[in-house]
């Protein structure tokens, strides 16, 4: 039972275009919401989280939105650069201590 | 100066073996967890402990039994280790329960 979902596993954006990343869920008790980004070798490392009461949440470059009434979240990264290339998880809480992490998309941004 | 670290990087062992990973967070946190990831890329809590208490025990074989000597350290200990418990697994640890986690560079597990 797949609570969150990455359905790309694979996303190619070049240097300087918006990459965005996408996550849905089923849970409608969700009520918070992050992003890990993880290279290969090392740790998830978190980067933006958002939560229910709100719709989008921006620092820097990244900026997540959050569609409860799709049960849908997205990254937008703008403007992509090389070393943004890495893993990106979602993962999703529901009050609870535990999050539930999506299988990851893979992220190429080409110079 | 590593935030979450854990020890050893890469284990290959045989089935049937014990094995231990050890975990050690100096960011004066409260909460600890151990997170394995399969070969499916699934990453999926497994434990988690606050203040050295015992706090979520996931669906787990009672083969893997964790322990915390201090707040600063989680150690995984895997008895009678089976072919399907090849993973990466991921200490993480937050300052308190629900919040932000700061991972370790994980552990990859080979069970020959």
């Known amino acids: 039972d797949q609570q969150v979902k990455q359905n790309s596993p694979s996303l190619s954006v070049q240097e300087g275009r918006i990459s965005i990343l996408n996550c849905d869920y089923t849970?409608?008790?969700?009520?918070?919401f992050l992003w890990y980004k993880k290279y290969p070798a090392e740790g998830p490392t978190f980067l933006i989280s958002?939560?229910?009461?709100?719709d989008k949440n921006e620092d820097g470059r990244f900026t997540v939105f959050l569609n409860k009434s799709a049960k849908h979240l997205s990254l937008h990264i703008v403007p992509s650069q090389p070393g943004d290339s890495a893993v990106y998880f979602c993962a999703a809480s529901a009050g609870t201590y535990k999050y539930i992490f999506g299988t990851g998309t893979r992220l190429k941004v080409l110079a | 100066d590593t935030a979450v670290s854990q020890t050893p990087k890469y284990l290959v062992t045989q089935m049937g073996n014990d094995k231990s990973i050890k975990c050690e967070q100096n960011?004066?946190?409260?909460?600890m967890y151990w997170y394995k990831q399969d070969s499916k890329k699934f990453l999926k809590i497994m434990f988690s402990?606050?203040?050295?208490?015992?706090?979520i025990n996931e669906t787990v074989p009672n083969r893997f039994s964790p322990k915390s000597p201090d707040k600063a350290h989680l150690n995984l200990h895997i008895n009678s280790l089976e072919l399907g418990d090849s993973a990466v697994y991921f200490c993480a640890s937050s300052q308190a329960l629900g919040l932000v986690q700061f991972f370790g560079p994980g552990t990859r597990l080979t069970v020959l």
């Open positions: 958002i939560s229910s009461i709100k």
């Open positions: 960011l004066g946190h409260d909460t």
């Open positions: 402990y606050n203040n050295k208490e015992l706090i």
């Open positions: 849970n409608s008790m969700f009520d918070y």
